[in-house]
């Protein structure tokens, strides 16, 4: 069973920092890309990070860059999101995805408040 289990997230100042976990089990974790989306009140889902497993290819909204870095740890099945600068524009549901045989996946999703 395909299981992404999402935690890290808080309540943080505008400006500070914290650190998304994303632990992955049920499937070939060096196969699949990994993925970071977030939704905020009122607002659609949209991506922010991913990751691939296999080379560490990293891709980043341009709402991000240079703030928030990704990684993973293949050995723990589980890709990081390191979150710097935080606005409260930042202020969302955090969750991870995986897309494995067409299917895609999601974890129960981690809330983050940054406060002005």
């Known amino acids: 069973e395909v299981q992404l289990q999402a935690s890290g997230g808080g309540l943080v100042q505008a400006g500070g920092s914290l650190r998304l976990s994303c632990a992955a089990s049920?499937?070939?974790?060096?196969?699949?890309?990994i993925g970071w989306f977030r939704q905020a009140p009122g607002k659609e889902r949209e991506g922010v990070s991913c990751?691939?497993?296999?080379?560490?290819?990293?891709y980043y909204a341009d709402s991000v860059k240079g703030r928030f870095t990704i990684s993973s740890d293949n050995a723990k099945n589980t890709v990081y999101l390191q979150m710097g600068s935080l606005k409260p524009e930042d202020t969302a549901i955090y969750y991870c995805?995986?897309?494995?045989?067409?299917?895609?996946?999601w974890g129960q999703g981690t809330l983050v408040t940054v406060s002005s």
């Open positions: 995805n995986a897309v494995i045989m067409g299917v895609n996946y």
């Open positions: 990751i691939s497993s296999s080379d560490g290819t990293t």
């Open positions: 049920g499937f070939t974790f060096d196969d699949y890309a």
